[in-house]
């Protein structure tokens, strides 16, 4: 019961480290996106129009700023200092600090992805558990890289810089990833794209089982924290 307790008040206070503000964002976002499909709806634009912005809000944009704001907390952290006098490991505290902002982002795309099927039927293109694949996918990669690439970089900006112009790609050539087999499975936006097509299933797996490999990376990284000294994003 006392290590419950211990775990909890643990984990209250990493949630107070990160701040409100960092879990309050993808509530912003799913506000926003909400006003907008209100706004549509009222002024009796096509379906197919929403259904596609809801999807991208989905698929595209909660995914990215989840990395961004995962970037941020891999490269921040006044406490430095002392959370290497710890006796847990450093990366044990900072993968909990990524869990828990990846976990409520996720949570929120779920909640998003159950409301739509409630309330606008229409939208999701997928079966609800297959159609669960469309924003898991795509935030696990780009957090796993955004956390990776600022980590390597020492940079939060640089790392969203990369991943931001990566993403304004896909979304700009979406043609030519879709049609190229090798590009196939680094193709972040196949649901909004191309969600007949034949790899679709196989994308969501690889870009899960990617993110996977990013991860394993990120905790690799870790095992030597000291090397945050060294031109540290402050």
Aim: aromatic share 14%; proline share 5%.
């Amino acid at each position: 019961m006392m290590t419950q307790f211990l775990h909890l008040d643990h984990l209250r206070y990493e949630v107070h480290i990160l701040g409100p503000v960092l879990f309050f964002i993808p509530l912003a976002l799913v506000a926003v996106f909400v006003g907008l499909t209100g706004m549509f709806l009222l002024g009796h634009v096509v379906h197919i129009l929403i259904a596609s912005l809801l999807i991208a809000a989905l698929e595209a944009c909660l995914p990215l700023a989840a990395g961004i704001i995962l970037s941020t907390v891999a490269v921040q952290d006044a406490s430095l200092e002392l959370l290497l006098t710890l006796p847990v490991s450093y990366r044990r505290i900072v993968f909990l600090r990524f869990a828990l902002i990846l976990g409520w982002t996720l949570l929120v795309e779920w909640g998003a992805s159950l409301a739509l099927s409630a309330f606008l039927p229409w939208v999701p293109v997928k079966p609800l558990a297959t159609f669960q694949l469309t924003w898991l996918a795509p935030s696990l990669w780009l957090s796993g890289a955004c956390i990776l690439l600022a980590l390597l970089l020492r940079n939060q900006a640089s790392s969203g810089a990369i991943l931001g112009c990566v993403w304004i790609m896909q979304l700009l050539f979406h043609g030519f990833f879709a049609q190229n087999g090798w590009a196939q499975p680094w193709f972040l936006f196949a649901t909004l794209y191309t969600p007949d097509a034949s790899f679709w299933l196989t994308n969501r797996l690889e870009l899960i089982a990617t993110a996977l490999v990013l991860f394993a990376a990120v905790w690799w990284f870790l095992r030597d924290p000291e090397r945050r000294f060294f031109g540290e994003d402050i």
